[in-house]
């Protein structure tokens, strides 16, 4: 058995908790996001109250035993000498009830879990109005552990609340005592850990979590990444989801921030783009590795090696977080065309498209201008492509592989030029281009590039006298969208002419934009009633431009409906490929 890659450790909640206090265990920040409702802490005290197990922990030792120094702000005395693998939330969830320490929700807002115990019926509520006052309830359990609590002064004043109320039997004054009793034990409730020995690789540490996780749920490596930066640089984890949560709100005092309406990046998306940027890696599998400090030749650690890594990530990130950097990269995006949210149907695309536009400024030096055009048309033709959709690692780094040996700003500019040639050929938009568009599905890159080539080109909104531009501002406000997707032969009128598949109905060369009043009055008219009533409203010559932009042929709807869909694919692919042309 000398060979197992684990060992068995039996902890009770106390022991736990006071590791954690002092950094022993590797708990991130409390105040990182929990990820639990409130309910299944509930519920997880009451499975240990009524003495079920709550699951095995899993540990992996970091590989720097006995190394001393602060971190973090909460004053912890050491480098922890675990990491957690798989029961972060119960420890967290544990930890902040037990202390009384506020969590930040999913949401970013702090607030306590407030745990509520009814002694005579052995019941856990969450604490609400009514529960806090009726006087059968703790209202928060979380005093039953605080270092000044005085056990025998609770449970008198909690009997006589409760008598004062409704009067108690000699049972019941019996019973009352021995619950809280056994509820404050909760801190002598064992668990099991599992701790992964140090010479266990990444891809060996995930596969234990998903063969003993009944959820099933994967690690993946951003995940590893993450935990060691909580230990070894923690206000840098703090920095990335700092600006993950301030880029979903805009600031009340209009200060500069990371919010926008296009994105709203997640900490490990950053981080992604912090690792492009600073070793020129995409995929994560080493990256961990090289982060602990560790030889990949000789498998030995080195807290030098270990440190000068992650300086190099701190500079790197630096820059990704350059809230001037962050604005003018958006403006990439919107120069491409993709000006609402709704049009990005790749937020990979988007991450690695900052990595290499950070990659240009810092590391080649592109003026500002040249180097807007050439990443809005990467963004543009990596979102049509589907370029990391499929091993999106893989992908980016054979991107970054192609600037190897590059130096001056031309040469970065070649190889991105070559690639764009590559993939976009004139078979790509005659023959490939049209044949993805023959889709029903609404997250298609095709349409979400025709759509932000119709932004690029100022075309007007179908049969409207606004442009498409304007209505898709995501700055408007309003009770419905602007613009709604409607079918230009409408569904029911299919179904009348005996077309009932949603895979034809549905398709991408179905749609256009259209004012809302304007679907709505629609409704399931047949296109040769509605479609000359709308066009009688313009001349001929704005006729002609609606009908190009939109890629309809003059009198479409009087078509058969299988040849209409075939000549507008045709005729959309063209128009993206002039949105594209137009980026030049």
């Not at 002609?544 to 709807?557: K, T, V």
Request: hydrophobic content about 40%; overall charge neutral.
């Amino acid at each position: 058995m000398s060979d197992l890659l684990f060992k068995k450790v039996d902890y009770n909640i106390g022991k736990l908790l006071e590791d954690i206090a002092i950094g022993e265990i590797g708990l991130p920040d409390i105040q990182r996001p929990f990820v639990w409702d409130t309910a299944r802490v509930r519920d997880l005290f009451d499975s240990m109250y009524l003495g079920y197990p709550i699951g095995t922990l899993l540990f992996w030792e970091n590989g720097y035993p006995g190394e001393h120094r602060t971190i973090g702000v909460n004053g912890k005395q050491k480098v922890p000498d675990l990491l957690i693998v798989d029961g972060q939330q119960r420890l967290t969830a544990l930890y902040a009830v037990m202390k009384g320490i506020p969590i930040v929700d999913r949401n970013f807002q702090q607030r306590r879990l407030r745990i509520a115990f009814n002694p005579l019926e052995g019941k856990f509520e969450v604490t609400n109005t009514a529960i806090e006052r009726d006087p059968a309830w703790i209202p928060d359990i979380s005093v039953l552990w605080q270092p000044d609590f005085d056990q025998y002064n609770f449970v008198s004043r909690f009997l006589d609340s409760l008598e004062a109320r409704r009067g108690l039997t000699p049972e019941e004054r019996k019973r009352i005592p021995q619950a809280i009793q056994r509820l404050v034990n909760l801190i002598n409730y064992p668990m099991t850990a599992l701790e992964i020995s140090v010479n266990a690789t990444e891809e060996q540490v995930s596969e234990i979590f998903v063969r003993i996780n009944s959820r099933g749920r994967t690690l993946n490596q951003a995940d590893f990444i993450l935990t060691l930066m909580s230990v070894f640089w923690d206000e840098g984890r703090k920095q990335l989801e700092d600006f993950s949560r301030e880029a979903k709100y805009p600031p009340a005092d209009n200060r500069l921030s990371p919010y926008n309406p296009y994105f709203q990046p997640q900490p490990d998306q950053l981080l992604r783009v912090d690792v492009a940027l600073a070793f020129r890696r995409a995929r994560l599998e080493h990256v961990y590795s090289i982060l602990r400090g560790k030889d990949l030749q000789t498998g030995e650690f080195s807290p030098e090696r270990r440190d000068a890594q992650f300086a190099l990530l701190r500079e790197a990130q630096a820059e990704v977080l350059n809230l001037q950097h962050w604005h003018d990269f958006l403006k990439v995006i919107k120069r491409a065309g993709y000006i609402h949210p709704s049009l990005i149907t790749s937020q990979t695309a988007l991450v690695y498209t900052y990595a290499l536009w950070l990659i240009a400024k810092r590391d080649f030096g592109l003026d500002q201008h040249t180097l807007r055009n050439l990443m809005a048309r990467w963004f543009f033709m990596s979102s049509l492509t589907g370029r990391y959709t499929s091993s999106p690692e893989t992908r980016m780094e054979q991107d970054l592989a192609l600037l190897r040996g590059c130096s001056r700003p031309e040469e970065f500019v070649q190889v991105l030029e070559q690639e764009m040639a590559a993939v976009l050929t004139l078979d790509y938009w005659t023959v490939t281009l049209p044949n993805e568009l023959a889709t029903a599905s609404h997250l298609n890159p095709g349409q979400a590039a025709f759509f932000a080539t119709l932004c690029l080109l100022d075309a007007p909104v179908l049969y409207s006298c606004m442009r498409v531009r304007e209505l898709l501002d995501p700055t408007s406000r309003g009770r419905k969208s602007a613009l709604e997707r409607h079918h230009l032969f409408p569904r029911k009128y299919l179904k009348r002419q005996r077309i009932t598949d949603p895979r034809d109905i549905d398709q991408v060369a179905n749609y256009a934009l259209v004012e809302w009043h304007d679907n709505l009055d629609i409704s399931d008219r047949p296109p040769a009633q509605y479609a000359p009533q709308y066009e009688s409203r313009f001349t001929p010559e704005q006729l002609e431009e609606m009908h190009r932009y939109h890629a309809l042929p003059e009198h479409w709807y009087q078509m058969d409906y299988p040849a209409f869909l075939e000549e507008r694919r045709r005729r959309m692919a063209a128009i993206i490929r002039e949105g594209f042309e137009q980026l030049r």
